[in-house]
């Protein structure tokens, strides 16, 4: 069965510091997709990344970056330099593609990041 | 392009009645899924419409959920005789099929319930 696992209930950080968001997925299939979301207090999921589980590069974007390795399982999220914007609640997805591409959501990962 | 919206924003109701929620996907977009996210969960997928067709439910959805796509482009989701269980925040996404790729869903603002 398909199941996301975000350990991380809740994480506090002061502006400025690095941060990883950590999410490990379970699946049978060899072809799958992970996804990381933004859900800020106004509620509506940001889509932030999308990757193949045939890539396993790693990916930089701005102050973000994704750590994805298959011998693990894991698909973690790094913020650097974090800021007070950056607070938010974070999903990683999984998606087995298919006839339907529905996305199996962890229960998220709330960050506050203080001023 | 406007991006995903829904409608309404939010909704009160006394148990028992009916409501009825609308969504407008992204235009182009063949694809649009509902989902249901309860407070500290993460969504939770009800089904999804390529075009007009409806092609998979969730077992979440009872009989009580009926959503529909008539012309292939907004969708409503009605809800009848709702229960306090049935509070939650429905979100609304949509996608467009990319070629030998997974495509994105792009989420919606949903539609905050709450059943008294």
């Known amino acids: 069965a398909q199941k996301v696992t975000q350990a991380q209930t809740e994480i506090s950080v002061v502006e400025k510091e690095d941060v990883t968001l950590d999410c490990v997925y379970e699946?049978?299939?060899?072809?799958?997709?992970l996804f990381w979301y933004k859900q800020p207090p106004s509620g509506e999921l940001v889509f932030l990344i999308r990757r193949n589980s045939f890539d396993e590069q790693n990916e930089i974007s701005g102050r973000y970056s994704w750590n994805f390795q298959k011998s693990t399982s894991s698909f973690n999220f790094t913020i650097t330099a974090s800021q007070v914007v950056d607070s938010a609640v974070y999903f990683c997805?999984?998606?087995?593609?298919?006839?339907?591409?529905?996305?199996?959501f962890g229960t998220g990962t709330l960050l506050a990041v203080q001023p | 392009d406007t991006g995903v919206s829904q409608d309404p924003r939010h909704k009160i109701t006394k148990r028992g009645q009916n409501v009825t929620f609308r969504c407008d996907p992204i235009?182009?977009?063949?694809?649009l899924y509902w989902y249901r996210q309860t407070l500290g969960q993460g969504p939770e997928f009800l089904t999804y419409?390529?075009?007009?067709?409806?092609?998979?439910k969730s077992r979440l959805l009872s009989d009580r959920f009926s959503a529909e796509r008539p012309k292939g482009s907004f969708s409503t989701l009605e809800i009848q005789r709702t229960e306090q269980g049935d509070s939650a925040m429905y979100l609304c996404a949509s996608s467009a099929p990319t070629p030998g790729e997974q495509e994105t869903q792009y989420f919606g603002p949903g539609t905050r319930l709450l059943v008294l």
């Open positions: 699946t049978r299939d060899t072809t799958y997709y």
């Open positions: 419409f390529q075009n007009e067709a409806q092609l998979e």
């Open positions: 235009s182009e977009h063949n694809r």
């Open positions: 997805a999984l998606s087995e593609g298919g006839a339907t591409n529905k996305l199996i």
